[in-house]
Structures are given as C-alpha cells and as structure tokens.
C-alpha cells in the first residue's frame, strides 16, 4: 500500500495553489514506512488527496510534488512522458545553437532532475530523492528521446548534501567525453569541459543574455568582471566591441577562455584589444576606479553569493559593492549588464541593491530592461523559486 504524508491543519494552502514543495514543519504524521524517494500521497488534515509526491526523509523539503491529478500513477511510463514533453517543448523554443537545458527541473514538473544537452552528449544532474529513485529509467528514457547515446553524471551539487545523498559523477550510459564537447552558440565556437567545469560544463542560462551583450557591443569598450571561461567576452568581440577586459581569479577558467579565442580565430587581436586579468575582481574594481579608468559596457556575472537565506545580508553588500564601483566606471552612455544567480536574493531584493549602489555612486542610471534565463530554463507560475537568474540591463544617463 502507498504510504501517505497526512498535513497539519492548515498546511494544506501551498499544495492547492500547486506549490510542488512540501516542507517538514507541515507534516502532522506518516503512514506506512516510504523510503528516501519513494512515492507518497500526500493528504490534508481532513483527509483530501492533494497530491502524489516523492518522498525525502532527510531533507527540509520533506516531499516534492509529482502530480495534483489522483488518477496519475507514477512510473516509468508517466515519467518518460514528462520528459518527452520536455524535450519537445524545446525544439521550438531553441534555435541557433546545440547547447540546450531539456529539463529544468519544478520547471519541467521533475523535481530536482536537470539536464543539459551538449551537441550528441547529455550531462544529467539528480539533485532530489525522487529523481535519484528514478535514475536507470531516467537515463534510458533520454537515451531513446533524444537520441544521444553518451550521458555523463555531474550530480556533485551542495543541494544532493540537503537530500541525504552522496554526490556523484561519471558515465552513466556510452562513453566518457575524450575532452571537452564543441558547441556552437549563435556562431560562436565554445568548448564544454562537462567533467570538470562549473555546474554541467556550462552556463547555458546566459545565452539570451549574451546574444544582448553582442547586439549592443560595437564600437564599445568592455570590461567582463567573473568572466569565467569567457562567454560573454566572446561574444562582446563577435559584436564588434572595441576592447575588452576580462577579468577572473581561476587560472584554468582563464586558460579555457584563451582556447575560446583560438576556437572562433581571434587569437591574433593584440592585448590591447582582448586582454585576460587573473586577479580578484572587488580588487580590480578598486584600483579602476583609483585610476579612474572608464568602460562603455560592464558585465557582472559572480558566483553565488547566497547559498542560503542565512547569506543574504553578506551577499548584499557584496552585489551592492560590485554594481557601485562598476558605476562607477561606467562612461555616460554606457551599459551595465548585472546579474545574480544566488535563489535566495529574489528580484525584488535585486533591484533594490543596485538601487542603492546607483544611489551611493552618485550617478544616474535607466533601466533598460531586466534579464533572466533562457527559454530553456522555464519557471511554473506556482513556484517562483525556480527563478534563481535574475539580471538588470542599465543605462548611464
């Protein structure tokens, strides 16, 4: 029999607005003896199904919901649906490039289960126990949807640790890459180190935003703070920008991001037309801003300074810090394309820092428009957690 999570009074509101977390201080009781993964009912206090849902003893987020439909059975079947829908739905949201997010997740409405698609190579991450419980079915699914026969491991995120789960990489089906996987994003050449290189190889969730950085690069001088392996310095130059910064304290970040220069036949421009800086970023931007150096178009895109609630009021200062001295350095008329990938500083939070580091900066600044992930990385209208890029495109007025 399937075991049930029976909820608290109450606790029921989040699940009717087809919230898919369930978190452990609404639970009232169990019924019956799930293991990590296994799939649960979950039951408002008066004993109304609400939903099916994975079950996670160890985590926070003690279930996460599958399905609202009480006719659903989850299994194998029903779960290569959702991801033959996933894939579908990208076919005609994509163009222009084979480096494409299948699944994203609540997004795709598979909790905790990404997967990025890398030319003929698929780089999975099983970052909940439900997908985990899933994971031979998973992976045959994909293999037989897509096509791709080589599928590579990175469940090595933090969040595996919240679940109870050890992380994991390596080949899960075919054969290892030989080295990283060329791809081609709207005519710029990159290559994807998706063993060793941060979250899945690559930061696909930028693409849109790069492709805007390139449409309004020409003529501009540019300084790329946590550039990384250099995406949006890339595509700066594809723009036609007339110098760029790069700057990063990785030195095998920085190595990929020259190899990116040979890949798209630029390996002849001068420093003084692309230039790569190992050094600290907030360091950099003091001695700019001593020097009192100007740039025509700034990218901030740091790591995330929040991992958790309990790092916000740090990471606040920190994104104010950047985006003030980064205003700093901006030539009237000049553009500012700021980001932060850290869940726990919504949008809201955002806007209200750079806000502020306008304020303190003494300039004055339009936003153009805000930015977010691409169309590959979709956020249910019921879970705006899934929002974690989020980014300001500003004007120096």
Known sequence: MTAQLILKPGKERSLLRRHPWVFAAAVDR??????????????????AFLAWAAFSPRSLIRARAWSFRAEDRIDAAWIEARLTDAVERRRALVTGTDAVRLVF????????????????TLVVQFLAAGVEAWRSEIVDALVRITGCRDVYERSDASGRQREGLEQREGVLHGTAPAGPVEIDEHGVRYAVDVVAGHKTGF??????????????????????????????????L?????????????????????????????????????????????????????????????????PKFAPSMHHVDRAARAYKEINLKALRLLAPGGLLFTFSCSGAIGVDLFQKIVAGAVFDAGVEAQMLRRLQAGLDHPMLMTHPEGEYLKGLMLMRV
């Open 105 to 120: 997740g609540e997004g795709d409405r598979l909790p905790g289960l990404v997967v990025d698609r890398y030319r003929d």
């Open 203 to 236: 930061y696909v969730d930028q693409r849109d935003n790069r492709a805007l950085v390139a449409a309004h690069a020409a003529g501009r001088s540019v300084l790329n703070c946590f550039c990384y392996t250099g995406g949006f310095s890339l595509a700066a």
């Open 30 to 47: 169990i019924q019956g003896a799930p293991a990590p993964g296994d799939t649960v009912e979950v039951r408002a206090a008066n004993g």
């Open 238 to 302: 594809r723009g036609g920008a007339r110098s760029v910064l790069s700057v990063d304290s990785s030195a095998d970040a920085l190595a990929m991001a020259r190899h990116h220069q040979q890949l798209n036949g630029l390996e002849a421009l001068g420093e003084d037309r692309c230039a790569w800086r190992e050094a600290d970023v907030f360091e950099t931007l003091k001695r700019c801003v001593a020097q009192e150096q100007r740039f025509d178009l700034i990218v901030l895109d740091p």
